[in-house]
């Protein structure tokens, strides 16, 4: 089985790859977002926790 | 919890105290990423190159190795989310809310997945990008109450409250998906709509079963990673005044 | 209203906080019949959070309240507790009347009839008007009514005196004096210092409760 | 002040409060026969094809009807602090909300009943599917103020509650309106319905069962 014929998926590369590609996306994002914005909430944190305490 | 013995509800307790929840979860994050890429790869590399062609659907079938386990993970993580409604009902656990929450995006994640994926593998059998067919009329349902999920926990601004009202709804919309189910699977068969569920047939290859299985435990895998992740951040944005994220904060910075 | 005399009230170790602010922590205080406690702080110290916490609205974050040695939710709190909060719990669509008539089939009857508690709040004749045609403070003496009616021990009010003249605050004063003469209790919140002689009074100032 | 005696003074109270706003409660009938008028101008008017389309578009609209109807269910309540009152009494809350859901069927889903031969005729209904209609409106509408009871008390402290609680509330109230319209389409054809009746009398019973009580905690949590 060669590269070309694999990634042509007997001819319905369209949907296949439509469908791992989306789901990737999907998936990743679900697992990225919370991530980012931790790393954002944990820098406003600290930022706050710098400042002198009223 | 009186029915529980004693250490059991002491090893509960601790484990769902927030910085040792936070802790635990930093630990295991890395081990289940590594599980998770163990049974990815084999489950893709045996879906998309070692599976035998369908001899009537070409390899276009090979869809279903994403998108019956995403149909299967909307399913579990919805009625995981209602069992961890009851639990915060039932006794006021905080860390069952943030699961809860925390769980409806990447729920509603994989019912859109299961959509999308059953639209494009349903295109060149049906010739049209959507059909009203059981399984995929359910999904679409059960995106809808995903989304009533996301948007009543977006619009209570008291995030106690919030959890309280969600928890209702998960076990609500809980007793109700079979109910919806079946109701949906009696009207398509009423309305003659076509089906196509390969799943259906007990007849299928070893050589096919293998890496959908193997897939369906490796989104098992990546729901654990993405949850505690998520999870992470809720307990950050609910305790954020709390002794234990400064002290986080202090080791960091 | 023959009351026993184990009826208490007890708060122990109450704490609640509100989008992330304590509003109080550690709050600690009992009462029997006969006696009235004031709650006072400034704007936002939790006052009203206080008094819906007691009437089971809302949650505390920690801490408990008994009521005759029991969790309040095993008791007969519910059956025992009065609330006038600041929306007054009558419908404007319905007459005096029909809405005192209503709040009866809700709970024990007491003492007055209807006809006697409204004129004891100065509202008589005012039976058939609907509640829409009444003023602020004439519709605060509807849900002052309410609680003569029917037969409470402990009558939980939230700034009783707003939106009511000199002659209405003298109408509560005495209202609350001849309650808990009569082994009643009372929990307020007010801005306006009680003129009441020779009362049992425990306040508590709710900005230093942390 | 036995519960009996608490839960028919509810009835009769929230009765009395529908006479006296009686203007308000026609909106809903009003909007169901709208939206039955609009059908035939949009897909025009052969007379098979509204036929076909009866059952669908009756049961579609009284399910919009109900939707629409839903929001004064708890909202004076709400907002003039008749709800603390009937959380501060000693009786069972969800019994108290049985109450208030029977006098809002009464005053909301009653009248579909008889606005609904009018619309049978609108859209060319046969006459042999009449009885049906009827027995799903009296089995079915009770369903839809049970389910959406819980919606209500979920949204009812928001601003704009309204979005959400369609949001919240149509995709459980899509199995009514599989078997209810599906029974009326089956008695037009004269089949008989026995087994869609026994299931929305099925579904009516559970959710006269199951309802009030998350629709009590739901009230609970939006008081707080």
């Given at each position: 089985m060669t590269l070309g014929s694999f990634l042509d998926m007997g001819g319905y590369a369209f949907y296949v790859w439509t469908s791992y590609g989306i789901t990737t996306a999907v998936l990743l994002f679900n697992l990225l977002a919370p991530i980012v914005q931790r790393k954002q909430l944990l820098r406003q944190l600290a930022l706050k926790q710098k400042r002198p305490q009223r | 919890m009186s029915f529980i013995p004693a250490p059991i509800s002491r090893f509960f307790h601790r484990t769902a105290s927030p910085p040792h929840f936070y802790a635990l979860a930093n630990r295991f994050i890395p081990w289940l990423t590594v599980l998770f890429l163990l049974l990815l790869i084999p489950g893709l590399y045996g879906g998309l190159i070692m599976a035998p062609t369908d001899?009537?659907?070409?390899?276009?079938?090979?869809i279903i190795y994403i998108h019956v386990p995403a149909a299967w993970m909307s399913l579990f993580i919805y009625v995981l989310m209602a069992v961890m409604g009851g639990i915060a009902l039932i006794w006021r656990m905080k860390l069952a809310e943030v699961m809860l929450i925390s769980s409806a995006p990447i729920g509603a994640g994989f019912t859109f997945i299961a959509l999308v994926t059953g639209s494009l593998w349903g295109k060149p059998m049906?010739?049209?990008?959507?059909?009203?067919?059981a399984r995929l009329t359910s999904e679409l349902i059960l995106l809808f109450l995903y989304l009533g999920v996301i948007s009543l926990h977006g619009a209570i601004e008291d995030k106690r409250n919030a959890a309280r009202a969600v928890s209702i709804l998960a076990l609500v919309g809980v007793v109700n998906i079979p109910i919806i189910h079946y109701s949906v699977e009696w009207w398509n068969t009423l309305h003659q709509g076509p089906t196509v569920?390969?799943?259906?047939?007990?007849?299928?290859h070893i050589s096919m079963l293998i890496p959908l299985l193997l897939m369906a435990v490796a989104f098992k895998v990546y729901y654990a990673i993405a949850l505690l992740q998520a999870a992470k951040l809720e307990l950050l944005k609910r305790e954020s005044s709390a002794q234990w994220v400064k002290n986080l904060l202090e080791k960091t910075v | 209203m023959e009351h026993l005399p184990q009826i208490k009230l007890e708060v122990a170790d109450l704490s609640c906080s509100r989008d992330d602010r304590?509003?109080?922590?550690g709050l600690n205080f009992s009462l029997s019949p006969g006696q009235v406690l004031l709650l006072e702080g400034?704007?936002?110290?939790?006052k009203t959070t206080l008094l819906r916490v007691l009437c089971g609205f809302r949650e505390a974050d920690d801490g408990q309240i008994f009521w005759s040695g029991q969790p309040i939710t095993e008791s007969t709190f519910f059956a025992d507790t009065a609330y006038v909060g600041?929306?007054?719990?009558?419908?404007?669509?319905?007459?005096v009347a029909e809405n005192l008539r209503f709040a009866l089939a809700l709970s024990r009857s007491g003492k007055y009839s209807i006809e006697a508690a409204l004129e004891k709040v100065q509202l008589?004749?005012?039976?058939?008007?609907?509640?829409?045609?009444?003023?602020a403070g004439q519709k605060r003496r509807v849900s002052l009514a309410r609680l003569l009616i029917t037969d409470k021990i402990l009558w939980i009010l939230d700034?009783?005196?707003?939106?009511?003249?000199r002659q209405g605050i003298t109408l509560i004063e005495n209202l609350i004096y001849e309650h808990v003469k009569q082994g009643g209790m009372v929990i307020l919140t007010s801005h306006h210092d009680l003129s009441l002689p020779q009362m049992n009074l425990q306040r508590i100032h709710l900005d230093s409760c942390h | 002040m036995s519960l009996t005696q608490a839960f028919w003074a509810i009835i009769r109270r929230d009765l009395l409060l529908a006479f006296r706003r009686r203007a308000e409660m026609a909106n809903p009938l009003l909007f169901f026969v709208m939206v039955v008028t609009l059908f035939p101008l949009a897909v025009g008017a052969q007379p098979n094809l509204l036929q076909t389309m009866a059952p669908g578009v009756i049961w579609v609209s009284a399910l919009l009807a109900a939707l629409l109807s839903l929001d004064g269910l708890f909202r004076s309540d709400f907002e003039d602090g008749s709800l603390e009152q009937l959380l501060l009494s000693p009786h069972s809350l969800s019994i108290l909300v049985l109450g208030k859901i029977v006098a809002h069927w009464l005053v909301t889903g009653l009248p579909l009943l008889l606005i609904a031969p009018l619309l049978a005729l609108f859209l060319g209904?046969?006459?042999?599917?009449m009885p049906t209609l009827w027995l799903t409106l009296i089995l079915a509408t009770p369903v839809l103020s049970l389910i959406g009871a819980i919606g209500v008390a979920l949204t009812v402290?928001?601003?704009?509650?309204g979005m959400i609680l369609s949001l919240l509330v149509l995709p459980l109230y899509i199995p009514v309106l599989i078997f209810a319209s599906n029974a009326v389409d089956r008695a037009a054809s004269g089949l008989p319905v026995t087994a869609q009746i026994n299931i929305l009398l099925s579904m009516f019973l559970l959710s006269l069962v199951l309802t009030p009580l998350p629709t009590a905690a739901a009230l609970k949590m939006s008081v707080n």
């Open positions: - | 001899y009537q659907q070409g390899d276009s079938y090979r049906w010739g049209t990008w959507w059909v009203w067919d569920s390969k799943m259906d047939k007990p007849s299928i | 304590l509003l109080f922590s400034s704007n936002g110290s939790g600041h929306a007054d719990g009558t419908k404007k669509e319905l007459t008589a004749g005012y039976d058939d008007n609907l509640v829409q045609t009444l003023s700034e009783p005196f707003t939106s009511l003249d | 209904l046969p006459e042999r599917a402290g928001l601003r704009r509650g």
